[in-house]
C-alpha cells in the first residue's frame, strides 16, 4: 500500500552544520515529491519538490536527492540556521487515479543549536 | 504568508455544538482541499474539490461536512463531533488538481470537549 514514512523522528544540529533530513516511500509509482516545513503554529510551507525523472534538484540552502532504486528521499540544508527549526515534512503524489492526492510522511523535527 | 487564510484560528466546541471552519484562497488556484493534523501521526486528506465539485472524499465521517460555493472559498461544517476530531484542520490550495505543489493555510487548532 502507500506509505511515506521517516528514518528519524528527530534531528539536533548546531547552527552552521549541514543537515540531512531522509525519508523513505513505498509506492513505486510515486512521481512527485515535495517537502515541507512546519514550523510552530503554521501550516506546512512549500520548500522544493522534484519528479522521479530527475534524482537531484537545488534550491537556496536546500537540495532534494531522489533515489528511485531503493526508494529514498532527502532534503539536505546547507549551514543551517536556527530559524531552520522545525518539522519537515515528505509527500509523495502517485499521479494517475491519485492525481492531486498527497500521502505524508511523520515527520521529522529538526533542532538547531546556536 | 501562502495567499490561503484560514477562520477561526482557534476553537472549542462542545459534542452538541454545530460549527463552522472557514478558508480563502487568494492565489486564483482552482483546487482546494482539507487536512487534518492528529500529534504524531501524518497528515489526513479529508476531502479535496476541483472547480467546487467534490473530487474526493477520504472515508470521512459525516459529522464532517464540506462546502466549496466557488473556487476561492472553502467550508468544513461542524456537528456533533466527538473528542477523538480534536485536531488542527489544515486548508490548502492548488492551480488544479493535477498540479501537485499544494499551498496550506495556518490551520484552525480545534478541541472538542
Known amino acids: 500500500g502507500e506509505s511515506v514514512g521517516l528514518h528519524l523522528p528527530t534531528l539536533s544540529v548546531q547552527e552552521g552544520d549541514n543537515s540531512i533530513i531522509n525519508c523513505a516511500y513505498s509506492?513505486?509509482?510515486?512521481?512527485?515529491f515535495i517537502w515541507y516545513k512546519q514550523e510552530s503554529g503554521k501550516g506546512p510551507q512549500f520548500i522544493i519538490d522534484?519528479?522521479?525523472?530527475?534524482d537531484k534538484r537545488q534550491g537556496q540552502r536546500v537540495t532534494v536527492l531522489l533515489n528511485k532504486t531503493v526508494k529514498h528521499l532527502s532534503l539536505q540544508i546547507a549551514a543551517t540556521q536556527p530559524g531552520d527549526s522545525a518539522v519537515y515534512f515528505c509527500?509523495?503524489?502517485?499521479?494517475?487515479?491519485?492525481?492531486?492526492?498527497?500521502?505524508f510522511g511523520q515527520g521529522t523535527i529538526l533542532t538547531v543549536h546556536p | 504568508e501562502t495567499g490561503v487564510t484560514q477562520t477561526p484560528r482557534h476553537l472549542v466546541m462542545g459534542m452538541t455544538n454545530k460549527k463552522s471552519l472557514k478558508c480563502e484562497q487568494h492565489?486564483?488556484?482552482?483546487?482546494m482541499y482539507w487536512y487534518k493534523q492528529s500529534a504524531k501521526k501524518p497528515l489526513e486528506l479529508m476531502f479535496v474539490?476541483?472547480?467546487?465539485?467534490?473530487?474526493e472524499n477520504n472515508s470521512v465521517p459525516s459529522r464532517f461536512s464540506p462546502e466549496c460555493p466557488n473556487s476561492s472559498h472553502l467550508f468544513l461544517h461542524l456537528h456533533t463531533l466527538q473528542p477523538e476530531d480534536s485536531a488542527l484542520y489544515l486548508c490548502?490550495?492548488?492551480?488544479?488538481?493535477?498540479?501537485?505543489?499544494?499551498?496550506f493555510g495556518p490551520g484552525t487548532r480545534l478541541l472538542v470537549l
Open positions: 509506492n513505486s509509482a510515486s512521481d512527485y
Open positions: 492565489l486564483g488556484h482552482n483546487a
Open positions: 522534484i519528479r522521479s525523472n530527475m
Open positions: 490548502a490550495s492548488s492551480h488544479g488538481q493535477a498540479q501537485e505543489t499544494q499551498y
Open positions: 509527500a509523495e503524489n502517485a499521479g494517475g487515479t491519485s492525481y492531486g492526492k498527497l500521502t
Open positions: 474539490y476541483n472547480f467546487k465539485e467534490q473530487t
